[in-house]
């Protein structure tokens, strides 16, 4: 099983859907958790950072269920430009030096 | 312009060729990343220096060497590979407060993509 999991989609949604993505991870001992976003041929670039008691950066709302060990991104009005991978990434400081990368949610949004 | 530069941005080589990723971080940072990225995979981290020092090594093989000559500059020198090395090969930085322990915020380079005839 890997350690950090995601739907690779892809998800196809309108402009101005509402679109969920969510990742779970493995290792409880987890410590700190983002979302990034990879457009195509690009590098990945950090969109936010993921807390329990969530975190919104205008249209996009990330929250973290450590019960649970699933984090998610909400990305209200999608824009045609949102239109990329979006990549949860775990850290942890256990068993070495530790960021794990999930394999990505493709998102299109159409016209 | 994310403060992370790598060259070259494309590299076709030979499995017996020589050949060297560059990276350079104009950030300040004290820790450089090489990352391979391959085709619907997650990115795998393959070596980490903090404060130039190597303090992962993720089992890569020899045939990768990392050079981290100072705290802006990374090199991934490359010889004998094989056609599964082809890959988006990433460069990132961060300013890590303790050797070792995860930074919160990673810089990614552009990226060098390789192909192994």
């Known amino acids: 099983r890997k350690e950090v999991e995601q739907d690779p989609g892809p998800f196809n949604v309108p402009e101005g859907a509402t679109v969920a993505f969510n990742c779970t991870y493995s290792n409880s001992a987890s410590q700190s958790f983002f979302w990034y976003r990879q457009d195509c041929r690009k590098e990945p670039k950090l969109l936010m950072s993921v807390y329990s008691s969530g975190n919104e950066d205008g249209r996009f709302t990330a929250q973290l269920n450590r019960a649970s060990q699933y984090i998610s991104l909400l990305i209200r009005d999608s824009k045609l430009s949102d239109s990329a991978t979006y990549l949860c990434v775990v850290t942890r400081n256990t068993g070495g030096f530790k960021t794990i990368f999930g394999a990505g949610t493709r998102l299109f949004v159409k016209a | 312009e994310t403060g992370v530069t790598q060259t070259p941005r494309h590299l076709v080589m030979g499995m017996t060729n020589k050949k060297s990723l560059k990276c350079e971080q104009h950030?300040?940072?004290?820790?450089m990343y090489w990352y391979k990225q391959s085709a619907k995979k997650p990115l795998e981290l393959m070596f980490v220096y903090s404060l130039e020092e190597r303090v992962e090594n993720n089992s890569v093989p020899s045939r990768f060497s990392p050079e981290c000559p100072n705290s802006s500059h990374l090199f991934l020198h490359l010889h004998t590979l094989q056609p599964e090395d082809s890959a988006l090969y990433l460069c990132?930085?961060?300013?890590?407060?303790?050797?070792?322990?995860?930074?919160?915020?990673?810089?990614f380079g552009s990226g060098t993509q390789l192909s192994v005839l």
């Open positions: 950030l300040g940072h004290n820790a």
């Open positions: 990132a930085s961060s300013q890590d407060e303790v050797r070792g322990q995860p930074a919160e915020k990673l810089f």
